[in-house]
């Protein structure tokens, strides 16, 4: 079909592109009827253009469409080229006063918390760099997409409203003039007829709903049968559903599927079938049939071709529109006017209203492009930006209605415009009184929340999933109700309270309906059946908990609203009592000659419901007519008098007393839900509306009533007025042992009763309730919260409420009560309550939870015992109460409470005959000292002729009224004593103490002032007394420990005596086991040589280890049982200087030499726990039996992969791949008799080649087989074997068969990992693999040890040691588990990379090769060929020629590429001597004349040998460290002490150790017979010359260290780079989850469908993906919208790790949650850099996801 359709749509393209837009725009200015015309040309236009086949080309369509459709527009509007016209509008029009950038996905939005009129007033970036608010604090959050920049919107900001682009110049100020003057008057006419007509088409064509007939006027005569198949999106199915539907239902691949559901995700629809009718049709049953069993079926419509054409240009049309209109404010105008325009169907009829109205039924894409087009015009226009508010107001009820039934989300709906018009407060004053918005919203609410009980109050049981779902969608109308809230007016007008209290009653009609709701029963018996639904209820109390302070901040604002609200929730509170005291007997109480009435009710045996908002909002409100002092200015308008207290506090009282039921165990059988409320009604989000106010509604209870009344309504409701109103029942009740479960009960309500009490006298930190202000109260929370621990910014902001606009208002006065210490590496920064503080401290702090409380009285004691003080927790000297609730403090000395009082110290008095508890004590106590310090106070500050009525004092000294008890004051001194009571008597002795001090005050007011002083006399001597005797007894305690110290010793020195033989054994040992020998006093007087025939002897130290397994010592030899540490192997790329290296074919890859950029090493690590081979092979094969079982269970992974061979250290948990076997200096095994005279280097290196050479010859023969004899013996006779040496020896193996298959299974594990093959013990590349990852570690660690300049062999950690040493001397015996030949076969080819041998082609030039690389592997093969040379030539002589042949190699190779750069270095590496003596200067410049000759004076003339000397000194370095390392764990020679400190170069110690001339260039000269010939060998090979001519690159020395990538100072500036970043694949959309490399820098768009791609076979994210080609595996990323560093290694392993971004308080912000300006840690980078180039990443993975079990279910490869 497609073939058919080709030459006949390029044929139409011809003809559409032939059609000249400016004769179009031309007929048209001549047209009578413009619409028609129009529409004409349209009708026949679009579906040529768009929907043309199955598969849309959107470039293609664009391009035809500008030409054919929009050119003409275009010249329309302009009346000339577009080109012309287009920048002439820009130049008439004003510099814009508003931003308006609208956000992208992810975009970082600046927020001021200083001046912002509420948080949704954001700034992009730009504008917020330009602005005064980037030294403000500010707050930065990254955008959900659709919001717009509000700089230049003088409403949004209370200072500053302009960034410098958008200041306005003073002549813009004076005249608010209309835009449309910049236009003609013909160019209006124009662009009005045109708009119309072209937003009606859009409007049209978006909103038509019939399927196969388009609108009369743009149907065609002949219409094609081509369909499509429309699959659009919704928000119940996932993703999997969808391309698995999709698969079947139009036979698409995998892939193919997962581009449509993308696609439909991201624009709301996407055509899955092209065809006919009946073909689309059949796609669609599938579909619906597919999706229909569980939920609602996915949306599919078989649309006719040309509605799909139209619509998709009536979307590029609203865009069009966008763009033009941002030419001129003029344009803008007109288009608004054109919106705005009431249609001919009178109301909602304008365009405008028609597509809100529509809104829920246009798709995903539609709704973004009309949304954006309201913004950049609606919004934008200040004059209509009214207007299209009231329209939007006028249909909030069916927009909210649509968007409730809708299933898109929040900001897809047109109802998100709200939070654009509604926080605008000039719009929102309007609109509360010209449209009744308050009520609106809040009717609108209520309408949608319609189950309720017969009270009529909300009922949310058993909510249908359905129910769940639409109440969710309404919890967005209280946002809208919020942010019409957000701004309180300073100035009202009659309208604005009239409307305000008629939103205001709605309210307290919608609170009622919540006033009592969830009412519960308390279950005897058994356990409840079902957890009744509670959520619901606490969401929307939390949700309204912000609003409901809002309303009351506004009614503060003004008297006479006030006023009226009060009266109003007066009266709705009273209707909720309606029913109060019918049906309820009346009782009378009486205690102490006080009584009163009240009625019957058990909270244990009613219900009782925890919502009870209408009494706690007018608490609310009574507490501002305290605060505002309208209640002493306006009393005849307050219904003061009518209060009947006791109907006020019923309900508080009823939900305070569940909570101390709940607390006392008697509710445990209600289940979870109960518990969870309480939790949630003390808990910070909550309690501000809860908690606090029920409190508040207590105190203002209390104020009006008799206290005696009061307490014994209190009991009552605590059902304990029989305990304290018969005199003996605390008697009886003990002695009829009643079940101990009633007791605790009882004595938990006694102590929750007494603490009630406490807070009501104590709370008065409200401002209105005592004389403070808010940061008063803000103050004491955080002294209360730092009073438990020091704590962190973000711990101490989540512990304070927040208001509106998310503030808590702790940074104000946060110095004031805090210091702040810094962080170090790990941890964050801590605030630590200032000294001084402490003397606010209240142990009964409302807000505490009973956890908090007990952590507070420890820390509080702990740190009183550390200064020395008593430890007494006295209360608090208290502000005063307003006027209103003065009174609150006759409690304390109220009748009945001093009965209570005497009643419990009477209990603890005769201690054994009660049930009572300290705690219950320790609040009585508490009690009488705020009653003390009450006196007190209002004793000093009494004012002339005034008596204090306030006579605590007087009462607590008299006895008992009816039977004489004892008083207060005498039991006090009673139990002052009391030996059960230690922990108390600090707080009764400054009872004691505080009763004189104000006996003696009241004394003095009345008698001289001389008493007074003689009564501080008296208590400063009792002081001085208690001090002398804690003095005393500090004392005492002293000399009793130090003669027990004394005492100790003394035993210790008498049994090291005893046993001394004993004791020198483990010292003995202790020195051979620990690394500590290198500095062994036998080593002090010898030169230290590592290798040669000079090398140092070293007597053999026996070595004992243990197992960790099996607990068994054993000696480490060459015939015992091996032993093995635990190791790990991985691929490594932290060395490399190549990453683009693309990875060979590991089965081709020949990994002999190491090419000098290292682009992927071998690295081994262990943590040095040893354990036997025998040991070690039954953990592991437990381990793979236990996963094997354990797969059948679950299918999460471990942090281990043992199909890998993977395992933890059965010690430190740590992840290893194998082992390591211990074994002794190897070498001291093969070398043999050392003869005096051995060869120099010329000999010795002729002497190799030869038996190179001869045994090639051998190998020949072996490989053709002898065709005839003959001529093998002329063979032989060529074949000169050279002197003693002795090809068909083969040596017998020395270790035992447990350390052979020690040495296999390692060297198969370094094989197989690094080089990502099969394991094959066979394979001729094992060997080469063994000693590239033994160099490429040793590489490793001289790096860290450089970088960080530490020196070479400074103190290692043991682990490293130990995992050197045996790395080390295993490659070196490796070679005996190998084949000779295979061995020898390497040796020769990597000798003759340096003495050329015409056998071997082919081998990489001098440039090419790594030289450390080199020296191992020659060094480690050369015992193959060394032990068939009997001539006498040592071993050491074959290392240390070696070991000088490579050094000079890498001299040339230094010198050769060093011509670039003469390296200036860093003044200390000249200390050793100032100025190299003539002799070296000379030697190197000769030798760089040599070069030149032999490259044929290419090279570049040489600087000044001093240059060439430095270059040559600072290049070798790195290559000798690295030798000193290896030469000193192979042959275990310990190295000389000066190289053990850091600061200087140890150039010369290092020569002296590896047995160099300190010039080195002494080595050409002492060999130059061999050396000139192998140097021009070098030089003419082919690649040094092109490298030279300048046509390749080489690495140049030394190599520079690898860091991570510079991060920016400012996290922000990351943030929006990735927000412009777009996904590489999936045409410019924008990346959900941008993630950059730290190695490279890479940007990557991961965890997506998108860009994954295969890897081994499986889909893999693009992090994943590019760990493989970056480094090898392992990866390190920031997830810059997160904050937050993810480690991956492999597939399966990843973890997240705290980034190296903090903010001002030393915190991470991992998820951006708070938005606090984040700055980067040196510190922490250089941390994460320091584990990278340790290797560790793959082990902190391990041992993080051992610690946390859920990171093991995360799918680590899709990221």
């Not at 809230?485 to 309210?507: C, H, N, Y």
């Not at 049994?1055 to 036998?1082: G, V």
Request: glycine share 4%; aromatic share 8%; with cysteine.
């Amino acid at each position: 079909m497609a073939s058919e359709l080709e030459p006949e749509v390029q044929a139409l393209d011809r003809s559409l592109l032939e059609c000249s837009a400016e004769e179009t725009a031309r007929k048209w200015l001549q047209a009578t009827d413009l619409t028609r015309e129009v529409y004409q040309h349209l009708a026949h236009c679009v579906p040529k253009i768009y929907c043309r086949g199955p598969n849309p080309s959107p470039q293609k369509e664009d391009m035809l469409a500008q030409h054919v459709l929009l050119a003409p527009m275009e010249w329309y509007l302009c009346g000339e080229d577009p080109a012309f016209g287009f920048p002439k509008f820009e130049q008439a029009n004003k510099p814009p006063r508003l931003c308006g950038r609208v956000f992208k996905v992810g975009e970082p939005t600046y927020s001021c918390r200083d001046c912002a009129v509420d948080p949704t007033c954001v700034l992009c970036m730009e504008c917020f760099l330009g602005s005064l608010h980037k030294d403000h604090r500010y707050r930065m959050t990254t955008s959900g997409g659709g919001g717009f920049c509000d700089c230049g919107d003088a409403e949004a900001w209370k200072v500053g409203p302009c960034c410098q682009k958008h200041e306005l110049s003073v002549s813009q100020v004076e005249e608010e003039e209309d835009p449309l003057e910049h236009l003609s008057e013909d160019v209006r006419a124009r662009t009005y007829s045109l708009f119309a007509i072209m937003f009606r088409y859009a409007v049209e064509t978006l909103t038509w709903d019939k399927e196969s007939q388009l609108p009369a006027d743009l149907e065609v005569a002949e219409k094609s049968d081509t369909y499509y198949c429309m699959l659009f999106n919704d928000e119940v199915h996932t993703y999997e559903q969808v391309i698995y539907t999709l698969q079947k239902a139009v036979n698409c691949t995998q892939k193919e599927a997962i581009a449509f559901a993308t696609t439909v995700d991201r624009d709301g629809r996407r055509s899955v079938r092209y065809g006919d009718f009946q073909y689309c049709e059949q796609a669609k049953s599938v579909i619906v049939r597919n999706t229909s069993r569980q939920t609602k079926p996915l949306q599919v419509h078989v649309m006719h071709s040309s509605i799909v054409a139209h619509q998709n240009f009536g979307l590029k049309l609203l865009s069009w529109l966008g763009s033009i209109i941002g030419y001129s404010d003029g344009l803008r105008r007109i288009l608004c006017q054109v919106g705005l325009q009431e249609g001919l169907y009178g109301e909602n009829s304008s365009l405008v209203d028609r597509l809100m109205l529509s809104d829920s039924k246009l798709w995903k894409g539609a709704r973004s492009v009309y949304h954006q087009l309201f913004m950049s015009s609606l919004l934008m226009d200040l004059k209509y930006k009214k207007l299209f508010a009231v329209r939007f107001a006028k249909n909030y009820e069916r927009l909210q209605s649509d968007y409730v039934t809708d299933d898109h989300d929040r900001e897809f709906s047109i109802a998100d415009l709200s939070v654009q018009i509604f926080t605008v407060p000039s719009l929102a004053r309007m609109l509360i009184t010209e449209e009744n918005l308050l009520t609106i919203i809040i009717r609108t609410f209520m309408d949608h929340l319609r189950h309720r009980d017969a009270q009529g109050r909300f009922q949310f049981e058993r909510y249908t999933a359905l129910q769940a779902f639409k109440f969710r969608r309404v919890q967005s109308l209280i946002l809208d109700l919020k942010y019409v809230l957000i701004s309180k007016p300073t100035v009202w007008s009659d309208e604005l309270r009239q409307k305000f209290l008629e939103g205001f009653d709605a309210f307290l009609e919608l609170l009622k309906c919540m006033q009592g709701m969830d009412p519960i029963t308390r279950q005897v018996g058994q356990h409840i059946e079902m957890e009744p639904e509670w959520e619901a209820a606490f969401t929307l109390q939390m949700k309204l908990t912000h609003v409901i302070s809002m309303m009351q901040d506004w009614c503060a604002l003004d008297e006479k609203v006030l006023i009226e609200a009060y009266k109003k929730c007066l009266s709705v509170l009273t209707q909720c009592h309606g029913g109060f005291t019918d049906g309820e007997q009346p009782l009378t109480l009486s205690i102490c000659g006080h009584s009163v009435e009240t009625i019957r009710y058990c909270v244990s045996q009613e219900k009782v419901s925890i919502h009870l908002p209408v009494s706690r909002l007018l608490a609310g409100l009574h507490v501002l007519l305290s605060k505002s002092e309208v209640a002493y200015k306006f009393p005849e308008l307050l219904p003061l008098s009518e209060l009947s207290p006791p109907m006020l506090i019923e309900h508080p009282l009823r939900c305070l007393v569940l909570c101390a039921q709940v607390h006392a165990g008697m509710w445990r059988r209600n289940g979870f839900s109960l518990v969870n409320q309480i939790y949630y009604y003390h808990n910070v989000k909550c309690r501000r509306e809860m908690f606090d106010k029920d409190i508040v509604m207590l105190q203002t209870g209390v104020s009006m009533m008799d206290p005696n009344h009061f307490l014994m309504i209190l009991l009552s409701r605590f059902e304990l007025y029989q305990i304290f109103s018969t005199p003996d029942y605390g008697k009886r009740f003990s002695s009829e042992i009643t079940h101990k479960d009633v007791v605790q009960q009882n004595n938990t309500l006694i102590e929750e009763m007494l603490y009630l009490i406490i807070m009501l006298v104590g709370e008065r930190f409200s401002p209105g309730v005592g004389q403070v202000n808010a940061t008063d109260e803000i103050k004491r929370e955080i002294i209360h919260q730092l009073s438990i621990k020091p704590m962190a910014h973000s711990e101490l902001v989540k512990s304070l409420p927040e208001d509106e606009n998310k503030e808590t208002g702790m940074e104000s006065v946060i110095e004031a009560v805090a210091h702040f210490k810094k962080p170090g590496l790990t941890g964050r920064g801590m605030y630590e309550l200032k000294p001084e503080c402490t003397k606010e401290f209240n142990l009964y702090f409302y807000h505490f939870s009973r956890a908090e409380q007990s952590k507070a009285e420890e820390a509080q004691r702990k740190l009183k015992r550390q200064n020395r003080e008593d430890t007494a927790l006295p209360p608090p000297v208290l502000p005063p109460f307003c006027p209103l609730f003065a009174s609150l403090v006759n409690i304390l000395q109220s009748d009945v409470m001093l009965c209570v009082m005497r009643t419990i110290l009477q209990w603890a008095v005769e201690h054994n005959g009660h049930a009572w508890s300290e705690s219950m004590l320790q609040r009585v106590l508490h009690l009488i000292g705020m009653a003390l310090q009450e006196e007190r106070q209002q004793l000093e500050s009494v004012v002339e002729e005034h008596v204090v009525t306030f006579t605590f004092t007087q009462k607590m000294s008299k006895p008992g009224e009816p039977d004489n008890s004892p008083s207060i004051l005498a039991m006090l001194e009673s139990l002052q004593n009391a030996p059960y009571l230690q922990v108390h008597k600090d707080m009764i002795r400054w009872i004691l103490k505080t009763f004189n001090t104000i006996k003696k005050i009241r004394e003095s007011s009345s008698t001289s002032p001389l008493a007074e002083a003689e009564g501080t006399i008296m208590e400063e001597s009792s002081r001085d007394k208690d001090k002398a005797e804690r003095k005393r007894k500090a004392e005492i305690a002293r000399l009793r420990r130090e003669k027990i110290m004394a005492q100790m010793s003394e035993m210790q020195r008498h049994f090291i005596d005893e046993n001394k033989e004993l004791f020198q054994q483990t010292l003995e040992l202790d020195a051979s086991a620990s690394p500590a020998l290198d500095s062994s006093p036998m080593a002090a007087d010898v030169t230290l040589t590592a290798l040669g025939p000079a090398q140092a002897q070293v007597p053999e130290q026996r070595q004992f280890v243990t197992c960790i397994l099996c607990q068994e010592e054993q000696e480490v030899t060459m015939e015992s049982r091996a032993m093995v540490l635990a190791a790990f192997v991985q691929r490594s790329t932290v060395l490399s200087k190549n990453r683009s290296e693309a990875s060979q074919d590991p089965e081709k890859y020949d990994p002999l030499f190491m090419h000098p950029d290292l682009s992927c090493g071998t690295h081994t690590g262990s943590c040095g726990h040893i354990m036997h081979a025998h040991c070690w092979q039954r953990y592991f094969d437990s381990v793979q039996a236990k996963e094997q079982r354990r797969q059948q269970r679950l299918r999460l992974h471990t942090s281990y992969d043992v199909e890998n061979g993977e395992f933890l250290c059965p010690l430190c948990e740590c992840l290893s791949n194998t082992v390591i076997p211990l074994l002794l200096p190897p070498r001291n095994i093969f070398n043999r008799l050392n003869f005096s005279d051995q060869p120099n280097l010329t000999q010795w290196i002729r002497t190799v080649s030869q038996q190179i050479k001869a045994l090639l010859v051998l190998r020949k023969e072996e490989s053709t087989p002898n065709i005839a004899s003959s001529k093998n013996l002329e063979n032989m006779d060529e074949l000169q074997l050279p002197e003693g040496f002795r090809p068909d020896f083969h040596p017998k193996n020395p270790y035992s068969e447990s350390i052979k298959e020690m040495l296999t299974t390692f060297g198969t594990a370094v094989y197989k990992v690094g080089l990502k093959v099969h394991p094959n013990e066979e394979d001729p590349r094992v060997p080469v693999m063994c000693w590239g990852s033994c160099a490429y570690t040793i590489q490793s660690i001289e790096r860290i040890l450089s970088d960080e300049e530490k020196p070479l062999f400074g103190p290692l950690p043991c682990r490293l040691d130990d995992c050197l040493r045996s790395l080390a001397r295993f490659a070196a015996a490796h070679w005996t588990v190998t084949p000779l030949a295979v061995v020898q076969g390497h040796f020769g080819k990597l000798f003759s990379s340096l003495v050329p041998n015409d056998s071997y082609g082919n081998l990489p030039c001098i440039l090419d090769i790594d030289m450390f690389h080199l020296l191992v592997g020659l060094v480690l093969a050369f015992p193959a060929l060394h032990c068939q040379d009997f001539s006498g030539s040592s071993l050491s002589t074959g290392d240390l020629h070696i070991f000088h042949l490579v050094t000079m190699a890498h001299i040339v190779q230094i010198l050769l590429t060093s011509r670039t750069v003469f390296p200036c270095l860093p003044e200390e590496d000249g200390m050793d001597q100032e100025h190299p003596s003539g002799g070296e200067e000379a030697a190197v410049l000769d030798l760089y004349r040599t070069l030149r000759q032999c490259t044929g004076s290419v090279l570049r003339a040489a600087p000044s040998g001093w240059h060439l000397w430095r270059s040559v000194r600072a290049g070798i370095m790195p290559f000798l460290k690295c030798s000193a390392l290896f030469f000193h764990y192979l042959n275990g020679i310990p190295s000389p002490s000066d190289i053990q400190v850091s600061g200087t170069s140890h150039f010369e110690h290092l020569c002296n150790y590896l047995s160099l001339p300190t010039n080195l260039i002494c080595l050409f000269q002492e060999n130059s017979e061999i050396m000139n010939s192998l140097i021009e060998s070098w030089c003419q090979n082919n690649e040094v010359k092109r490298y030279l001519e300048g046509e390749r690159d080489a690495i140049s020395y030394p190599r520079e260290s690898n860091k991570l990538i510079d991060l920016p100072e400012d996290y922000s500036s990351l943030i929006n780079q990735a927000s412009s970043f777009s996904c590489p694949k999936s045409g410019g959309d924008k990346s959900r989850a941008p993630t950059l490399c730290l190695v490279c820098g890479t940007l990557l768009c991961s965890q997506s469908y998108c860009c994954q791609t295969e890897l081994e076979g499986e889909d893999v994210g693009a992090c994943t993906a590019h760990t493989y080609s970056c480094g090898s595996g392992a990866g390190i990323f920031l997830r810059v919208r997160e904050c937050q560093v993810l480690f991956l290694a492999g597939k399966t392993k990843g973890c997240f790790y705290s980034p190296p971004y903090l903010d001002d308080y030393g915190e991470t912000d991992q998820g951006l949650r708070r938005g606090n300006p984040l700055h980067l840690c040196q510190e922490r980078l250089q941390k994460i850099q320091k584990l990278w180039q340790q290797h560790s990443i793959t082990e902190e993975i391990g041992h993080a996801q051992e610690a946390n079990q859920s990171l093991a279910g995360i799918d680590w490869q899709h990221l």
